[in-house]
């Protein structure tokens, strides 16, 4: 939908209308939102459409399509028309009286989520429902005396349409109550219909061989598996034969099972990716595809899709070929195990894996002439029994990780070169505005800077001199603020972040739907089969377009149990001080604790302190329901 309200702003052609869109034209005509101008539409002057955000006091925000406006549009609540947050809207322009430009909801043409989550709370002698996400009150469609019969903080599931009680999901005090919440409010679902499942089971625990003819048997090499010691889908294994330098990626051939338009394709396109949360994961397929006849499970034969990369004499790749493959991984190792190799610790069991990353190793340092190496943290929660914040760590990426990425990256780049249209992970580089604010940002911390047409260079020397006063991992939390999100993208683009002239996803085709697209493009290509290739590029624009947003909503759904996680922790603890950093400084100062507990944000109001300052913050309050954290500086923490 995206894409069909951005090429309006332009002109389009009906035969440029998806069959999906051309209910939205129609209203769009009807409302006089629209026009047509020889043979292509428009949309009218004083009209805009984007996707709305309402804040905890009931004001909306409108996020524009139309890249001429430079912020946001105010929409007031009287004039927000029963939309919701996340609707995509239609809104018509009011006179401009202030600074802001304001505008009022015409239509919702498309609904975030068809329902919200709400808990009870009694209002006077009323019981309403508040929103978790942006504490609004409204009535529900039920009568008090039921209502009243609840428990106080019952979580509904409403229809967005009516206020009509869905599905009673637990109690807001409650939590284990945290996943559900966090689902239910991006719309997201961990069951599978049975349809589903009975076409999951139906391809059973085993693969025969003997079935697969046609396929390149590989059964013979000592592939393995490198993943977190939790993992439970396994959806790549390496190989690597050192003398002749040739490097197996092998991944799960998702595409065997999940044909186009299947019931388990259509809850797959819904749900775009897996969702991973601390004790848990909700997967993509259903769990007898993501954890068994697709998982690349030791000692089992499974059916692969691989590319088998050789290197010449100085590292450079000389040949690619892509095959369809039988394979049986030898072993499993986990993370830790690899690095315990690497370290000469262990012994090298697959007896390929030390040689294997010297070569690797050679290839990332010449890679990282053209790209970035950002030192990045990841925040890692444990829970305890009842599904409280026991723990949190960062982990940081090891010398295994590093040599699964490269090995994952030379496929990947294989895998765009075989495609002239189709699903790229693309990679912009940074706005001149960002750069500007990142700069203004350095020099608060003291590091002097210009501006350079040269990004790549500017960002190297960055990181260099941060190396040299040794606060490295800071100033990349930085430097990725102001870039660019990568997004999927139906034509190449390049990646400015990795430095590849043109990349895509093709590895993981278990929890994300761009791979499993991708995988059946170069099948088609493989198998000359032109008419399927042209097929699945139908509408492929609207498609990636897709998959960028599901990919923000699965980030942001984890996000948002982990945040529900440190509000319960902090609500026991209003008063308590803890370390922490400002992590945020416009508008809102925010920040992030750095204490036995890390990670949680601790929102500060209009306070104004200098970006990664050390401090020490009081808890003055915590939303379970929101999931906000709010607190005051008793201290700054100057470093001798």
């Known amino acids: 939908m995206k894409e069909f309200l951005t090429k309006l702003l332009n002109g389009v052609s009906e035969k440029e209308v998806a069959s999906s869109d051309k209910e939205i034209l129609r209203n769009l005509l009807n409302l006089n939102a629209a026009s047509q101008h020889k043979d292509r539409y428009y949309l009218n002057n004083g009209f805009v459409c984007g996707k709305l955000d309402i804040s905890a006091n009931g004001t909306g925000f409108l996020a524009p399509y139309d890249k001429r406006f430079k912020q946001d549009i105010i929409i007031e609540n009287k004039n927000l028309n029963t939309s919701h947050y996340g609707d995509i809207v239609l809104a018509k322009l009011l006179p401009l009286k202030k600074k802001r430009q304001s505008a009022k909801v015409v239509m919702t043409l498309k609904l975030a989520n068809e329902t919200s989550v709400v808990y009870t709370k009694q209002i006077g002698s009323v019981i309403l429902g508040v929103n978790v996400k942006t504490a609004l009150s409204s009535p529900l469609k039920a009568s008090q005396k039921s209502l009243k019969m609840l428990p106080p903080g019952t979580l509904l599931k409403i229809g967005n349409l009516n206020n009509e009680i869905v599905e009673v999901i637990g109690n807001i005090n409650d939590p284990l109550s945290d996943e559900k919440i966090s689902l239910a409010v991006f719309n997201k679902n961990d069951e599978f219909s049975e349809e589903c499942e009975a076409e999951a089971i139906a391809w059973g625990d085993e693969v025969d061989p003997a079935m697969y003819p046609q396929r390149v048997d590989l059964r013979e090499l000592a592939f393995c598996t490198i993943d977190p010691v939790d993992a439970k889908d396994f959806d790549d294994a390496i190989y690597f034969d050192e003398k002749k330098r040739e490097i197996y990626v092998a991944i799960a051939d998702v595409s065997e099972y999940v044909t186009p338009y ?72 986990n993370y830790d195990e690899v690095d315990q190799i690497l370290r000469g610790e262990r012994e090298d069991e697959a007896g390929w894996i030390k040689p294997l990353f010297a070569l ?281």
């Open 262 to 333: 299947s019931p388990i394709d259509a809850e797959a396109k819904t749900r775009g990716f897996s969702i991973y949360f601390p004790h848990k994961a909700v997967p993509m397929l259903p769990r007898n595809l993501s954890e068994n006849i697709c998982s690349l499970k030791p000692n089992t034969a499974r059916l692969a899709f691989c590319f088998k990369i050789t290197l010449g004499e100085e590292g450079e790749v000389a040949k690619e070929e892509l095959l369809e493959a039988v394979i049986v991984s030898k072993r499993r190792f």
């Open 360 to 640: 690797t190793s050679r290839l990332r340092k010449k890679r990282l002439k053209n790209a970035f190496d950002f030192r990045t943290q990841e925040l890692r929660m444990s829970l305890d029994a009842d599904g409280g914040l026991a723990s949190t760590r960062f982990e940081t990426d090891t010398d295994s990780h590093r040599l699964v990425e490269d090995c994952m990256l030379l496929a990947n780049v294989a895998a765009a070169k075989r495609i002239g249209k189709g699903v790229f992970r693309n990679h912009g580089s940074p706005d001149l505005r960002k750069i500007q604010i990142l700069l203004e940002d350095l020099g608060a911390l003291g590091f002097d800077f210009v501006y350079e047409s040269d990004i790549a260079n500017l960002v190297r020397k960055i990181q260099t001199q941060a190396n040299a006063v040794g606060n490295r991992e800071e100033i990349d939390k930085l430097i990725i603020k102001s870039q660019k999100k990568a997004e999927y993208g139906a034509q190449n683009l390049g990646h400015f972040g990795l430095g590849f002239e043109r990349y895509t996803h093709f590895t993981s085709p278990i929890r994300r739907y761009s791979d499993l697209t991708l995988h059946r493009l170069l099948k088609a290509k493989l198998r000359n089969d032109e008419k399927f290739f042209n097929y699945l590029l139908l509408n492929i624009e609207a498609t990636c377009s897709n998959l960028s947003e599901l990919e923000r909503e699965a980030d942001r759904v984890a996000f948002d149990f982990m945040d529900r996680k440190f509000a319960r922790w902090a609500k026991q603890r209003i008063g308590q001080r803890f370390n922490a950093y400002i992590s945020e400084n416009q508008n809102v100062a925010v920040a992030r604790l750095d204490d036995e507990i890390k990670g949680a944000r601790i929102f500060l109001g209009a306070y104004g302190i200098n970006l990664l300052q050390k401090v020490i913050v009081e808890i003055t309050d915590a939303n379970i329901a929101t999931a906000e954290i709010f607190g005051k500086v008793v201290k700054k923490i100057i470093d001798v």
